[in-house]
């Protein structure tokens, strides 16, 4: 257990490393939000149901908006997603996937309710760095909102206009 924690957390320092020092990434070609995210977003909610988690998708609707990711930036965004939830997460109330939508933005918030105290496992953070730090590469926001039992984070995306196509 032990080397495995040890292991997870220098990929995630070597991450947060290669971020930040690389050339920027190269984004793929503007595309409806539905079909650049929602690929990922099922294999999420298909991990989390396979790690025996519930998985409320209902507030996820898609408006027909244009962004641009990175796509091997979206894989590793979703890979901190899946640990930490499954770190953190209560396993007995549902995580919530719901759509995000602004003039400028646009994306998803994941919330989960906190596990117990007893169950939790302190976090060295640096899984939502190398998060934020590759959502800004991207353009995007990446918004955590914790709260005593609730933990919540949103990623946005720059909204892609008619013009800049």
């Not at 027909?64 to 979206?74: A, E, R, S, T």
Request: aromatic share 10%.
């Amino acid at each position: 257990m032990k080397a495995l924690q040890i292991r997870e957390l220098s990929d995630q320092l070597f991450d947060l490393f290669r971020i930040n020092s690389k050339p920027p990434m190269k984004l793929e070609s503007p595309e409806d939000i539905s079909y650049a995210l929602g690929e990922y977003l099922s294999e999420l909610y298909s991990l989390l149901e396979a790690e025996g988690f519930s998985v409320n998708a209902e507030a996820l609707i898609w408006e027909h908006v244009h962004v641009q990711i990175c796509i091997d930036y979206i894989g590793r965004i979703i890979d901190n997603l899946l640990s930490n939830i499954k770190k953190y997460a209560d396993p007995d109330v549902p995580i919530k996937i719901s759509s995000d939508f602004n003039e400028s933005f646009a994306g998803f918030t994941l919330t989960n309710k906190c596990a117990k105290s007893n169950q939790y496992v302190q976090g060295t953070g640096i899984g939502i760095k190398n998060i934020i730090a590759m959502m800004e590469q991207m353009g995007g926001q990446c918004l955590v909102h914790p709260a005593s039992d609730t933990y919540s984070i949103t990623l946005l995306f720059p909204i892609i206009s008619e013009a800049m196509k």
